[in-house]
């Protein structure tokens, strides 16, 4: 699945623990710049202030699995 999917790791708090190579090349980041983030980071400020994000975000404490969309790395 590593080789073939973009997968990335949260703590519950959405603090990024680990992400592969797919999807730090999809999303133009290196491992050492979003090691220690918050997951909000790779979501454009628009949908951080959104009622959408604010609704998702207590599953993702609840460490449950989810298929999201991503915005890439400005520039």
Known sequence: MDRSTATIEFKPDGTIVNANENLLTTMGYRLEEILGQHHRILCFPEYQAS????????FDRKGSRR???????PG
């Open 67 to 73: 298929i999201r969309r991503w915005w890439c790395k």
């Open 51 to 58: 009622a959408d994000y604010r609704r998702l975000a207590p």
